[in-house]
C-alpha cells in the first residue's frame, strides 16, 4: 500500500474573535493517497475550507492551529516561513472558487505563468515561456501561443480556472487542493473543468483535496468522500458507498436534500402531473371568482388578464449614452397563479428581465404587462399601485434585507410605502407571516445580522408576501444557501405558493430547482429565448441542442448514473461537434 | 483505511436548517448594531480616555467662567477686566499654592490668563462644532443627492464640488470669515460660514457610499416596491452610511479647531474683544520668548482638544467598521495608537499564524449570528457604476 501523500492528524483550528474563541474544526483526520481525489464534503461553517488550508498555512493571524499536516511525512504546521514558501506551489498547490480574483487582472498571463515556474526554479527565461505555453496547451487554451501574451479579464471564467489549474500543475505537485473550484461556474462549464481535472490526475498521478458542498460534483469526481459536520468528520468512505449506502443519519439527510433534476418515466412524475390536473382546474374555478369580484368596468365577460405578460420585449443597458442590449425579442406569459422559471447560464440576460419587471430597468422596446396593463408606460401614481402586486426575493440573504432595520420593519416595510394600515394591524401581519415562514414572532426585534441565510431568505420571502401580490419575482433566491436549507426554502416556497397563489416568474440556473417548483419554463441565452413550454417538455423532452447540454451537464449524486451521464454527454458533444 | 468517527451527539445530526432555528429559539443575548458598535468603542482604550479627557475640558471651560464668561461660574474672574500684573504675570499655580491667585498667569495689562483661555476654549469648541454640522449637512445633503439621482444632478453638484476643492481651503475660510464679521450671532454665524467651506470631504465620501448602496439589494427592494426616493434616502442610505458620517464629522471637528486657530491667527477669525485660543497664541505671538506661558496654555488646549478628536474619530472608525482593523483578544493599546507598535508585515503574519495562539488583528469569523453587516469602507470611491 503506498504511503499517503498528504495526511491530517486530529486537527484542531480555532479563532479568537471579539465574542470569545470559537472552535471551528474539532478533530479531524484523513489522508490523500497519490492519484486519488478526496472529497471533503460539508456546508457552510462546517470547517471543510479550514481545515484543508492548513496544509498551505493560509489561515488568518487570529486562528490557532493543533494536529499534525503532513505531506510526504513532514509536518507543514513546524515548518519555517521559508520552507512554507519553498512547498506552496511546488509540493502543493491551491486552485480557488473565484477565477477572477485568483489571477492578477493587471499582469498578463504570461508573466504570472513564468514567474510561477521561475519562482520555484523550474525553468527561467525562454525557456519558461515555452514551458507555460505547452502548459496553457495542456489545460485546453486553443492558440495558446497568442493568447498567452493576453490579460486575464480577455479571457471567460471556464478559461481563467483553466489558467488557474495551469498554474496550479505548473511545478508538478503532489497534491493539488481545490476549494470549491467550480462552484463559480455555469454547468456547462463545469463539467468541462471537472474533466480537464480528471484528466490531469490521471496523467499526473497527483492527489486532489476536492472541497465542495455540491453531491454532483462529488459524484462525477471522487474516490472517496470526507463528510464534515459542525468541525468533524461524521463519515468517512469510498464514494459508491456514501452516496449509495450512507451509514450516517446526516449524511443521509444531506443526499435527501439535494434537489434532483428527474429524467423521463420518474414515477413521482405522473403523481405530480395527476395533482396538477386537480390544481389547475382550481385555480381556473377560484381565478373565475376572482376575476368577477374584481371586475374592472370592461365587463365580467373579459379574460382574467395574464399576471405577467412579455411582448417583443428588448432591455438594454446604458453606458455613457451608449446602449448594449442584452435581452432580445423575449415572448412570454405567465398565468395567475402559474410559476415559470427562467433559466439560463450567466450573461444570458435572466437576471436583467426580473430587473425591468420589478421597474429597475427601462424597458428599451416592447410591452412588459402586469396584469394586462402596461406598466412602463404608466404614469407614476398607477406604476406605484401595481407596485403593490409585485413582490421580490433577491438572490443574496447579506444584502437583501437592511442591517439598520429590525425583521419587522422589513416586513412592514412595504404597508408603511402604500400607506396600509397602523401599527397594531402591521405589526399583526408581520406575525402572521412569520408564522408562515415558520419563524417565531420574537423574531420581530431583531435584527438581520443576527439570523443565518436561510432565515434571513425566509424574511424575504415573507417581506415579498406582506401586500398579497399577485405576482412574486425571485431571483436565484435560494442559490447562495446550502442544500439543506435550500430545501427547506423551496419546500416552504412552494407550500405558501399554493396558500397564497401568487404567479411567480423564478430565476434560477440550477435545473434541478426548477425542475422541482415551476410548471413552465424558459430557457435563455445570450439574451434570446432557446426554448419554452411546460416543464415536462423542456426539461424531459428537450428540442433545442443548447438545452439537451444544459440538461446534460448538471451532475447527479449517484456515481453510476453520472458516469453515465458523462459519456451521453460526451457522446452529444461529439455529435454537435 | 479505517478511520475511527468520533461519536456525535444525537442532537448534532441535524440539517443545518433545523441547527440555526433552534439556535434562534434558544434565547442567546442579542445585540443590535448600536450595541454592537458601542461595544466595540468602549474596548477602544484611546478612545475612551480621549472622551473622558474631552468631556473634562468642557466641563471645565463651561463651569469656570460660565456661559457668558463674566467670572459667573466657580472662577470669579472675567475674561474681560483688566487688572495690576502680579510678579510680571507669572503663572501662580507652580508657586505651591494650589491654584493661587491667577494659575495660567496673566497676559500684558492684567487680565486674568485661565478665564481667557477657558473664554478662548468655549469659543473654539463652539466654532468646532459649528464648522462639523454645517459642513456635515452640507456635504450628506450634496453626496447624497449626487449619489442617488446620477446623471445631470450628479454631475451639476460635483462640479460645484470639485470649484470649491480647487479654491485654497484657508484663503475660501478667510473670506467666508470677514464677511461673517458683519452678521449678527457672533462666533457661530462665522463658524456655520467656515463650514461652507469644509464640507466637499464629507460630500464625496457621502457619494461614494451612497453609490455603492445603490446597488444593494435592499435598496433595490425598496425601489421595486415602490418607495419615494426621499424615503429611500433617508430610511435606508443613510443610517447605513452613518459611519462614515459620523467618523468624518469627528475628524472634520478637529481640523475645523486648527482652522478657527489660523485663522485667527492670520486675524479673520474671532474678533477682539471676543477671543479664541487661536487669537490668543496670536496676540501673544512676540512673548513666547519672555512670557512663554501666555504661548503654552492655550496651545496645550488646543492639542489636548485636537489629538482627542482624532483619538474618539479613530476609535468610531474602529467599532463601526470592524472588518477594517484589529478586534477580538487584541485591542489597540496606546503605543499602537501612536504608531510606536509597527503591525507585523504580511511576511511574518503568514509564519506566525500556524504557531501564535493569540489572536491577530483581522476578524474572520465571528461567532454565529453575530456577523456584522456595517457599511464597508473598503469600497474605491471613484469607482464608477453602470448607468442603469
Given at each position: 500500500?503506498?504511503?499517503?501523500?498528504?495526511?491530517?492528524?486530529?486537527?484542531?483550528?480555532?479563532?479568537?474573535?471579539?465574542?470569545?474563541?470559537?472552535?471551528?474544526?474539532?478533530?479531524?483526520?484523513?489522508?490523500?493517497?497519490?492519484?486519488?481525489?478526496?472529497?471533503?464534503?460539508?456546508?457552510?461553517?462546517?470547517?471543510?475550507?479550514?481545515?484543508?488550508?492548513?496544509?498551505?498555512?493560509?489561515?488568518?493571524?487570529?486562528?490557532?492551529?493543533?494536529?499534525?499536516?503532513?505531506?510526504?511525512?513532514?509536518?507543514?504546521?513546524?515548518?519555517?516561513?521559508?520552507?512554507?514558501?519553498?512547498?506552496?506551489?511546488?509540493?502543493?498547490?491551491?486552485?480557488?472558487?473565484?477565477?477572477?480574483?485568483?489571477?492578477?487582472?493587471?499582469?498578463?498571463?504570461?508573466?504570472?505563468?513564468?514567474?510561477?515556474?521561475?519562482?520555484?526554479?523550474?525553468?527561467?527565461?525562454?525557456?519558461?515561456?515555452?514551458?507555460?505555453?505547452?502548459?496553457?496547451?495542456?489545460?485546453?487554451?486553443?492558440?495558446?501561443?497568442?493568447?498567452?501574451?493576453?490579460?486575464?479579464?480577455?479571457?471567460?471564467?471556464?478559461?481563467?480556472?483553466?489558467?488557474?489549474?495551469?498554474?496550479?500543475?505548473?511545478?508538478?505537485?503532489?497534491?493539488?487542493?481545490?476549494?470549491?473550484?467550480?462552484?463559480?461556474?455555469?454547468?456547462?462549464?463545469?463539467?468541462?473543468?471537472?474533466?480537464?481535472?480528471?484528466?490531469?490526475?490521471?496523467?499526473?498521478?497527483?492527489?486532489?483535496?476536492?472541497?465542495?458542498?455540491?453531491?454532483?460534483?462529488?459524484?462525477?469526481?471522487?474516490?472517496?468522500?470526507?463528510?464534515?459536520?459542525?468541525?468533524?468528520?461524521?463519515?468517512?468512505?469510498?464514494?459508491?458507498?456514501?452516496?449509495?449506502?450512507?451509514?450516517?443519519?446526516?449524511?443521509?439527510?444531506?443526499?435527501?436534500?439535494?434537489?434532483?433534476?428527474?429524467e423521463a418515466g420518474d414515477p413521482s412524475l405522473e403523481l405530480e402531473q395527476e395533482q396538477e390536473r386537480v390544481s389547475v382546474s382550481e385555480r381556473a374555478a377560484s381565478e373565475a371568482r376572482h376575476g368577477t369580484a374584481t371586475g374592472k368596468g370592461s365587463g365580467a365577460a373579459s379574460p382574467v388578464p395574464a399576471a405577467l405578460e412579455a411582448k417583443d420585449v428588448a432591455l438594454e443597458y446604458k453606458f455613457r449614452r451608449k446602449a448594449t442590449r442584452v435581452v432580445h425579442d423575449l415572448n412570454f406569459i405567465v398565468q395567475p397563479g402559474e410559476?415559470?422559471?427562467?433559466?439560463?447560464?450567466?450573461?444570458?440576460?435572466?437576471?436583467?428581465?426580473?430587473?425591468?419587471?420589478?421597474?429597475?430597468?427601462?424597458?428599451?422596446?416592447?410591452?412588459?404587462?402586469?396584469?394586462?396593463?402596461?406598466?412602463?408606460?404608466?404614469?407614476?401614481?398607477?406604476?406605484?399601485?401595481?407596485?403593490?402586486?409585485?413582490?421580490?426575493?433577491?438572490?443574496?440573504?447579506?444584502?437583501?434585507?437592511?442591517?439598520?432595520?429590525?425583521?419587522?420593519?422589513?416586513?412592514?416595510?412595504?404597508?408603511?410605502?402604500?400607506?396600509?394600515?397602523?401599527?397594531?394591524?402591521?405589526?399583526?401581519?408581520?406575525?402572521?407571516?412569520?408564522?408562515?415562514?415558520?419563524?417565531?414572532?420574537?423574531?420581530?426585534?431583531?435584527?438581520?445580522?443576527?439570523?443565518?441565510?436561510?432565515?434571513?431568505?425566509?424574511?424575504?420571502?415573507?417581506?415579498?408576501?406582506?401586500?398579497?401580490?399577485?405576482?412574486?419575482?425571485?431571483?436565484?433566491?435560494?442559490?447562495?444557501?446550502?442544500?439543506?436549507?435550500?430545501?427547506?426554502?423551496?419546500?416552504?416556497?412552494?407550500?405558501?405558493?399554493?396558500?397564497?397563489?401568487?404567479?411567480?416568474?423564478?430565476?434560477?440556473?440550477?435545473?434541478?430547482?426548477?425542475?422541482?417548483?415551476?410548471?413552465?419554463?424558459?430557457?435563455?441565452?445570450?439574451?434570446?429565448?432557446?426554448?419554452?413550454?411546460?416543464?415536462?417538455?423542456?426539461?424531459?423532452?428537450?428540442?433545442?441542442?443548447?438545452?439537451?447540454?444544459?440538461?446534460?451537464?448538471?451532475?447527479?449524486?449517484?456515481?453510476?448514473?453520472?458516469?453515465?451521464?458523462?459519456?451521453?454527454?460526451?457522446?452529444?458533444?461529439?455529435?454537435?461537434? | 483505511?479505517?478511520?475511527?468517527?468520533?461519536?456525535?451527539?444525537?442532537?448534532?445530526?441535524?440539517?443545518?436548517?433545523?441547527?440555526?432555528?433552534?439556535?434562534?429559539?434558544?434565547?442567546?443575548?442579542?445585540?443590535?448594531?448600536?450595541?454592537?458598535?458601542?461595544?466595540?468603542?468602549?474596548?477602544?482604550?484611546?478612545?475612551?480616555?480621549?472622551?473622558?479627557?474631552?468631556?473634562?475640558?468642557?466641563?471645565?471651560?463651561?463651569?469656570?467662567?460660565?456661559?457668558?464668561?463674566?467670572?459667573?461660574?466657580?472662577?470669579?474672574?472675567?475674561?474681560?477686566?483688566?487688572?495690576?500684573?502680579?510678579?510680571?504675570?507669572?503663572?501662580?499655580?507652580?508657586?505651591?499654592?494650589?491654584?493661587?491667585?491667577?494659575?495660567?498667569?496673566?497676559d500684558s495689562i492684567g487680565r486674568d490668563y485661565f478665564a481667557m483661555v477657558m473664554r478662548g476654549t468655549q469659543q473654539s469648541l463652539l466654532v468646532a462644532i459649528g464648522v462639523a454640522l454645517s459642513s456635515t449637512v452640507l456635504g450628506v445633503l450634496v453626496g447624497a443627492l449626487a449619489g442617488y439621482f446620477r446623471g445631470w444632478i450628479e454631475a451639476v453638484l460635483m462640479r460645484i464640488t470639485d470649484v470649491v476643492i480647487v479654491v485654497p481651503l484657508l484663503a475660501l475660510a478667510a473670506v467666508f470669515g470677514a464677511y461673517a464679521q458683519g452678521?449678527?450671532?457672533?462666533?457661530?454665524?462665522?463658524?456655520?460660514?467656515?463650514?461652507?467651506?469644509?464640507?466637499?470631504?464629507?460630500?464625496?465620501?457621502?457619494?461614494?457610499?451612497?453609490?455603492?448602496?445603490?446597488?444593494?439589494?435592499?435598496?433595490?427592494?425598496?425601489?421595486?416596491?415602490?418607495?419615494?426616493?426621499?424615503?429611500?434616502?433617508?430610511?435606508?442610505?443613510?443610517?447605513?452610511?452613518?459611519?462614515?458620517?459620523?467618523?468624518?464629522?469627528?475628524?472634520?471637528?478637529?481640523?475645523?479647531?486648527?482652522?478657527?486657530?489660523?485663522?485667527?491667527?492670520?486675524?479673520?477669525?474671532?474678533?477682539?474683544?471676543?477671543?479664541?485660543?487661536?487669537?490668543?497664541?496670536?496676540?501673544?505671538?512676540?512673548?513666547?520668548?519672555?512670557?512663554?506661558?501666555?504661548?503654552?496654555?492655550?496651545?496645550?488646549?488646543?492639542?489636548?482638544?485636537?489629538?482627542?478628536?482624532?483619538?474618539?474619530?479613530?476609535?468610531?472608525?474602529?467599532?463601526?467598521?470592524?472588518?477594517?482593523?484589529?478586534?477580538?483578544?487584541?485591542?489597540?493599546?496606546?503605543?499602537?495608537?501612536?504608531?510606536?507598535?509597527?503591525?507585523?508585515?504580511?511576511?511574518?503574519?503568514?509564519?506566525?499564524?500556524?504557531?501564535?495562539?493569540?489572536?491577530?488583528?483581522?476578524?474572520?469569523?465571528?461567532?454565529?449570528?453575530?456577523?456584522?453587516?456595517?457599511?464597508?469602507?473598503?469600497?474605491?470611491?471613484?469607482?464608477?457604476?453602470?448607468?442603469?
Amino acid at each position: 500500500m503506498p504511503a499517503p501523500v498528504l495526511s491530517y492528524k486530529d486537527i484542531r483550528v480555532s479563532f479568537a474573535t471579539e465574542f470569545g474563541d470559537v472552535d471551528a474544526v474539532k478533530g479531524v483526520s484523513f489522508e490523500v493517497m497519490p492519484g486519488e481525489v478526496v472529497a471533503v464534503v460539508g456546508e457552510s461553517g462546517s470547517g471543510k475550507s479550514v481545515t484543508s488550508s492548513t496544509a498551505m498555512g493560509l489561515l488568518p493571524e487570529n486562528a490557532s492551529v493543533e494536529g499534525e499536516v503532513l505531506l510526504e511525512g513532514r509536518n507543514v504546521l513546524k515548518m519555517s516561513t521559508a520552507e512554507l514558501r519553498r512547498l506552496r506551489g511546488s509540493d502543493i498547490s491551491m486552485v480557488f472558487q473565484e477565477p477572477m480574483t485568483a489571477l492578477n487582472p493587471v499582469l498578463r498571463v504570461s508573466d504570472q505563468l513564468v514567474e510561477a515556474l521561475q519562482v520555484h526554479e523550474v525553468a527561467f527565461g525562454s525557456e519558461a515561456l515555452e514551458k507555460a505555453i505547452e502548459l496553457l496547451e495542456r489545460v485546453g487554451i486553443p492558440e495558446a501561443r497568442t493568447k498567452i501574451r493576453q490579460y486575464p479579464h480577455q479571457f471567460s471564467g471556464g478559461q481563467r480556472q483553466r489558467i488557474v489549474i495551469a498554474m496550479a500543475i505548473a511545478c508538478g505537485p503532489k497534491v493539488i487542493i481545490a476549494d470549491e473550484p467550480t462552484t463559480a461556474l455555469d454547468v456547462t462549464v463545469q463539467a468541462e473543468i471537472l474533466d480537464l481535472l480528471r484528466e490531469l490526475k490521471q496523467e499526473l498521478n497527483t492527489g486532489i483535496l476536492l472541497i465542495t458542498h455540491n453531491m454532483g460534483v462529488v459524484a462525477d469526481m471522487a474516490d472517496r468522500v470526507v463528510v464534515m459536520l459542525n468541525g468533524e468528520v461524521v463519515e468517512t468512505g469510498p464514494v459508491a458507498k456514501i452516496l449509495g449506502h450512507p451509514e450516517h443519519p446526516y449524511t443521509r439527510r444531506l443526499l435527501a436534500a439535494m434537489p434532483l433534476l428527474r429524467e423521463a418515466g420518474d414515477p413521482s412524475l405522473e403523481l405530480e402531473q395527476e395533482q396538477e390536473r386537480v390544481s389547475v382546474s382550481e385555480r381556473a374555478a377560484s381565478e373565475a371568482r376572482h376575476g368577477t369580484a374584481t371586475g374592472k368596468g370592461s365587463g365580467a365577460a373579459s379574460p382574467v388578464p395574464a399576471a405577467l405578460e412579455a411582448k417583443d420585449v428588448a432591455l438594454e443597458y446604458k453606458f455613457r449614452r451608449k446602449a448594449t442590449r442584452v435581452v432580445h425579442d423575449l415572448n412570454f406569459i405567465v398565468q395567475p397563479g402559474e410559476i415559470m422559471g427562467l433559466v439560463g447560464e450567466s450573461g444570458s440576460g435572466k437576471s436583467t428581465v426580473a430587473k425591468a419587471v420589478l421597474g429597475l430597468l427601462d424597458v428599451a422596446e416592447g410591452e412588459l404587462r402586469v396584469r394586462g396593463e402596461n406598466m412602463p408606460t404608466l404614469p407614476s401614481k398607477q406604476k406605484k399601485a401595481l407596485k403593490r402586486e409585485i413582490g421580490v426575493v433577491f438572490q443574496d440573504p447579506a444584502a437583501s434585507l437592511d442591517p439598520r432595520f429590525p425583521i419587522g420593519d422589513i416586513i412592514t416595510e412595504p404597508m408603511v410605502v402604500h400607506k396600509e394600515g397602523d401599527k397594531n394591524s402591521r405589526m399583526a401581519r408581520a406575525r402572521e407571516l412569520l408564522d408562515a415562514v415558520r419563524l417565531p414572532s420574537s423574531v420581530l426585534n431583531r435584527y438581520p445580522h443576527e439570523l443565518s441565510g436561510g432565515q434571513r431568505q425566509r424574511i424575504s420571502i415573507a417581506r415579498a408576501l406582506t401586500l398579497n401580490p399577485t405576482l412574486l419575482i425571485a431571483d436565484e433566491p435560494t442559490s447562495a444557501l446550502d442544500v439543506s436549507v435550500q430545501a427547506a426554502v423551496l419546500e416552504l416556497f412552494s407550500e405558501l405558493q399554493q396558500h397564497y397563489g401568487f404567479a411567480c416568474l423564478f430565476v434560477s440556473h440550477d435545473l434541478a430547482v426548477v425542475d422541482s417548483l415551476a410548471h413552465k419554463v424558459l430557457v435563455m441565452q445570450n439574451g434570446r429565448t432557446v426554448e419554452q413550454g411546460t416543464t415536462d417538455q423542456v426539461l424531459r423532452h428537450a428540442k433545442e441542442s443548447y438545452t439537451q447540454q444544459l440538461l446534460a451537464a448538471a451532475p447527479v449524486p449517484n456515481p453510476e448514473v453520472q458516469a453515465r451521464r458523462r459519456t451521453e454527454r460526451q457522446r452529444l458533444l461529439a455529435a454537435l461537434g | 483505511m479505517s478511520q475511527s468517527t468520533p461519536p456525535i451527539p444525537p442532537e448534532d445530526v441535524r440539517s443545518a436548517a433545523e441547527a440555526e432555528d433552534a439556535k434562534l429559539a434558544s434565547a442567546q443575548r442579542s445585540y443590535s448594531q448600536g450595541q454592537l458598535v458601542r461595544r466595540r468603542f468602549f474596548a477602544h482604550k484611546p478612545a475612551v480616555v480621549s472622551m473622558v479627557v474631552l468631556a473634562f475640558i468642557i466641563l471645565l471651560s463651561i463651569t469656570s467662567i460660565g456661559f457668558s464668561g463674566q467670572g459667573t461660574g466657580w472662577w470669579s474672574k472675567s475674561f474681560l477686566s483688566t487688572g495690576l500684573t502680579v510678579d510680571g504675570g507669572r503663572p501662580t499655580m507652580f508657586n505651591g499654592a494650589f491654584l493661587g491667585e491667577h494659575p495660567f498667569g496673566q497676559d500684558s495689562i492684567g487680565r486674568d490668563y485661565f478665564a481667557m483661555v477657558m473664554r478662548g476654549t468655549q469659543q473654539s469648541l463652539l466654532v468646532a462644532i459649528g464648522v462639523a454640522l454645517s459642513s456635515t449637512v452640507l456635504g450628506v445633503l450634496v453626496g447624497a443627492l449626487a449619489g442617488y439621482f446620477r446623471g445631470w444632478i450628479e454631475a451639476v453638484l460635483m462640479r460645484i464640488t470639485d470649484v470649491v476643492i480647487v479654491v485654497p481651503l484657508l484663503a475660501l475660510a478667510a473670506v467666508f470669515g470677514a464677511y461673517a464679521q458683519g452678521l449678527p450671532g457672533g462666533t457661530l454665524t462665522l463658524a456655520l460660514a467656515i463650514g461652507l467651506a469644509t464640507w466637499t470631504g464629507t460630500a464625496r465620501l457621502v457619494r461614494a457610499e451612497i453609490l455603492s448602496l445603490r446597488e444593494k439589494e435592499y435598496v433595490s427592494a425598496a425601489v421595486a416596491m415602490g418607495a419615494h426616493p426621499a424615503r429611500i434616502i433617508l430610511k435606508h442610505m443613510l443610517p447605513n452610511s452613518i459611519g462614515v458620517i459620523v467618523v468624518n464629522a469627528t475628524f472634520a471637528i478637529a481640523t475645523a479647531i486648527l482652522l478657527e486657530t489660523t485663522l485667527s491667527y492670520l486675524g479673520f477669525g474671532v474678533q477682539a474683544p471676543e477671543t479664541s485660543l487661536g487669537a490668543l497664541i496670536q496676540n501673544n505671538q512676540n512673548a513666547f520668548t519672555t512670557r512663554p506661558w501666555l504661548f503654552w496654555f492655550p496651545g496645550l488646549f488646543i492639542i489636548a482638544i485636537a489629538l482627542s478628536v482624532n483619538f474618539i474619530g479613530d476609535g468610531l472608525r474602529d467599532a463601526i467598521d470592524p472588518r477594517q482593523k484589529r478586534s477580538g483578544a487584541s485591542r489597540p493599546g496606546w503605543r499602537t495608537a501612536f504608531g510606536l507598535l509597527g503591525r507585523s508585515t504580511a511576511e511574518e503574519r503568514a509564519g506566525k499564524q500556524v504557531s501564535e495562539l493569540s489572536g491577530g488583528p483581522t476578524q474572520m469569523q465571528p461567532p454565529a449570528g453575530m456577523t456584522d453587516h456595517g457599511p464597508d469602507f473598503g469600497h474605491d470611491p471613484t469607482d464608477e457604476k453602470r448607468d442603469s
